[in-house]
């Protein structure tokens, strides 16, 4: 199975804050990989695949990057909107994994 | 609009069986793969099964094979779980999410249906 590890777990930023998630994969997964938002009691909602495709209706300060086993998430000028959970998923091979989440969290 | 709702979930004892549903609407549900994925209790996402767009192919997680069956009936647009041997484990929010279209390769979740909560409890 592909493990996918997401860092940090969680991280304290403050409104207009530039945030940078990190997903790493135990194998190369070309660019088969997506980025999801969770808020709490609320289904997960994609925001950019295929590693850097910014899902229609996503704000662009949500850019994604990366290929082979190295990815990132960045979201420029942090909004209120945007404290919430983000996950990574591999879709390589199944299983099909997700990372472990990053909790962004008010500073 | 695209729209996923799930139906189903309750508690259930240990060793019984439970079966989930989800009614699709506002796309061609018969040209789109589907996917069940879990989340237990505070916890991280975990994906469950696919099944392609017509039905014949499907492929489990691990730790679901030989319990869970997924299906499809696309003359109702409706996808199923059927959860057989329910274990303590397997207490989780079961969302539905659409795949991706035809033969293409596993990609990703997008829309997410709101989830139902299943509880395995003696």
Known sequence: ?107 | QVQLVESGGGVVQPGRSLRLSCAASGFTFNIYAMHWVRQAPGKGLEWVAIISFDGFNKEYADSVKGRLTISRDNSKNTLYLQMNSLRTEDTAVYYCARGTEGFGDYGWFDPWGVGTLVTVSS
């Open chain 1, 1 to 107: 199975d592909i493990q996918m590890t997401q860092s940090p777990s969680s991280l304290s930023a403050s409104v207009g804050d530039r945030v940078t998630i990190t997903c790493r994969a135990s194998q190369i997964i070309r660019s088969n990989l997506n980025w999801y938002q969770q808020k709490p009691g609320k289904a997960p909602k994609l925001l950019i695949y295929a590693a850097s495709t910014l899902l229609s209706g996503v704000p662009s300060r949500f850019s994604g990057s990366g290929s082979g086993t190295d990815f990132t998430l960045t979201i420029n000028t942090l909004q209120p909107e945007d404290f919430a959970t983000y996950y990574c998923q591999q879709s390589f091979n199944t299983p099909l994994t997700f990372g472990g989440g990053t909790k962004v969290e008010v500073k």
